[in-house]
């Protein structure tokens, strides 16, 4: 059986109390790691340092925070921090999050989110490796100091959250994880390719890399349970395609859903968000969700795993239930 995790984003509307709850079932579950991502409201790193003093052995994860959110030294210094707090269990996933959040929210223009990236992996290593950072690039220039206070970890894990052509290349040149998100199971194998093929010619081969798509899962026991279950995923994917910018509209688009997310966009934006959610199909559903029966659901997580995936990440619906999310868990825990 490959590793599980799990993520729970700092977005959902939940008490921290069951937030730390549930972080504790999936540590005595089994899961490798407790991912949290970040947009506007509470950031990754506070969440996961409370996650952290509450549990054991699961790891700790951001899934993701932006580059372009902090500066590569400040990155640094709280992996670091979250690795000492947390006694080397940190791992840290970047992304550069879309245009609208990056613009609109953090002031900064969304300019050249690969070169960045890349650039924040190649100092963000540096300064956890001990290294004075002596660096001249396009976007920093830095010089004389180095990091204070060293992570436990010899190598923190750094995964990225990428589905373009560059992002991918650039996942296979640097990364240890790859982090996708609302992935079409038939399209794993190909964007894994793309991966390790990239990775070859550095060099480096895809077994270094952990795939780790994000999946929404929900675990519903009776009929009408899934029908709610449908209607929430429904809505979540909605609200991406037509409220989060153009990134993930060209997702579902290049995933085959062209038409959908055309008349998910369209009611989006005519402010009909009932007609937006109910252009969400059936076979949209079926292909990048986990949601059913617990059988079907283990079933439809293999089917990723099969796919290419090494540790596939629980992810939940939002207005998911604490109980909804612990029986989930439960139901697709690594041994279960």
Partial sequence: MSDTALTLGAGQEISDDDRISIAQLADRLGYHTFFTGESWGRDAFTMLTMIACHTQSIRVGTGIVPVFSRSPALIAQTIASLDQISKGRAILGLGSS?????????????????????????IIRKALAGQPLNHEGEFFRLGRFRLGSPPLQENIPIYLASLGPRNLELTGQLGDGWLPIWLHHQRLPGLKAEIGEAANKVGRDISQITVAPQIICHVADSPEE?????????????????????????LFSRSGFQDEANAVREAWSAGDRTKATAAVSEDMLENITVIGDAASCRAKLDRFRSAGADMPVVAFPHGASTGGIKHTLEALAPNA
């Fill in 98 to 122: 879309g245009k609208l959040l990056i613009e609109q929210w953090h002031g900064q223009s969304f300019e050249k989110p690969v070169a960045r990236t890349r650039e924040y992996i190649e």
């Fill in 226 to 250: 899934l029908q709610e279950t449908k209607q929430q995923v429904r809505a979540h994917m909605a609200y991406y395609i037509g409220g989060m910018g153009q990134y993930y509209y060209n």
